[in-house]
């Protein structure tokens, strides 16, 4: 989608001077508000009091930030296929940056531990539990 965009400048997401946008504007004014709606519909910041109190539609995301996305991002790819594959996605130069601030690979491994040992009770004796 972002690659279809029109673009005067080298950068994907550019003001209109052509100069990259401040992502922390953009989460500010953009993303954030977008995400913090009434059960009304109404962004926080057109709510009018008059109609009824502001309660915020919690079915809505909470903005975690775009560190929080390339977390995920780097784990998924780290889960899926292994940590040079997240190092790559993110632009690191070195994996240990990837693997010490990205990666989230404790939980992964404790989940896929939890499911072997599952697997153990569920195939000891049909009984659902091990020897
Ligand atoms: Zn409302």
Redesign the pocket.
């Known amino acids: 989608m972002l690659a279809e965009l029109p673009h005067s400048s080298e950068y994907i997401l550019a003001t209109p001077t052509g100069r990259p946008i401040d992502l922390h504007n953009l989460a500010a004014r953009a993303i954030v508000p977008q995400l913090t709606r009434?059960?009304?519909g109404?962004m926080e910041s057109e709510?009018q009091k008059s109609?009824?109190e502001?309660?915020r539609d919690t079915s809505l995301p909470m903005w975690r930030g775009f560190y929080s996305a390339r977390r995920g991002i780097a784990t998924a790819f780290a889960d899926v296929d292994n940590a040079l594959a997240a190092k790559s996605h993110l632009r690191h130069s070195n994996v240990s940056t990837t693997t010490a601030h990205y990666v989230k690979s404790v939980d992964v491994a404790a989940v896929r531990a939890v499911d072997k040992i599952n697997e153990l009770f569920d195939n000891a004796n049909g009984s659902g539990r091990p020897n």
Do not use: G, P
Request: hydrophobic share 35%; glycine share 0%.
């Open positions: 009434c059960i009304c109404v709510h109609d009824h502001f309660s």
